[in-house]
């Protein structure tokens, strides 16, 4: 069975920052691409970020361009989301996602499979 599991959400003043991380197990982690998805309340789904299956090309929203580093631990089968600078709309529920593409990886149907969300909430 194949499980993504977030953590790392909470409750951060503005300008904080927070790490999340996404446990991959069920999953042959290295052939997956990985990106970080948001939804915020009474709004679309959004890409935050993505990464290569060998962490060499990563991709960014420019909402969160230079906020936010994407990295993954092959090792460890976890992708994580270095998120600094935070603001009050950043506040949303992140999901991890695997995606079996090297491309179109800011679209949420490239992705095969997705985690349960974790909560950030930014508040100012």
């Known amino acids: 069975q194949v499980r993504l599991v977030e953590s790392g959400g909470g409750l951060v003043q503005a300008g904080g920052s927070l790490r999340l991380s996404c446990a991959t197990s069920?999953?042959?982690?290295?052939?997956?691409?990985m990106g970080w998805f948001r939804q915020a309340p009474g709004k679309e789904r959004e890409f935050v970020a993505a990464?290569?299956?060998?962490?060499?090309?990563?991709l960014y929203a420019d909402s969160v361009k230079g906020r936010v580093t994407v990295s993954r631990d092959n090792a460890k089968n976890t992708v994580y989301l270095q998120m600094n600078s935070l603001k009050p709309e950043d506040t949303a529920v992140y999901y991890c996602?695997?995606?079996?593409?090297?491309?179109?990886?800011?679209?949420?149907?490239?992705?095969?499979?997705w985690g349960q969300g974790t909560q950030v909430t930014v508040s100012s």
């Open positions: 990464i290569s299956w060998s962490g060499g090309n990563t």
């Open positions: 996602a695997a995606a079996n593409s090297g491309s179109a990886l800011t679209l949420a149907s490239v992705y095969d499979q």
């Open positions: 069920g999953l042959t982690f290295r052939p997956y691409a």
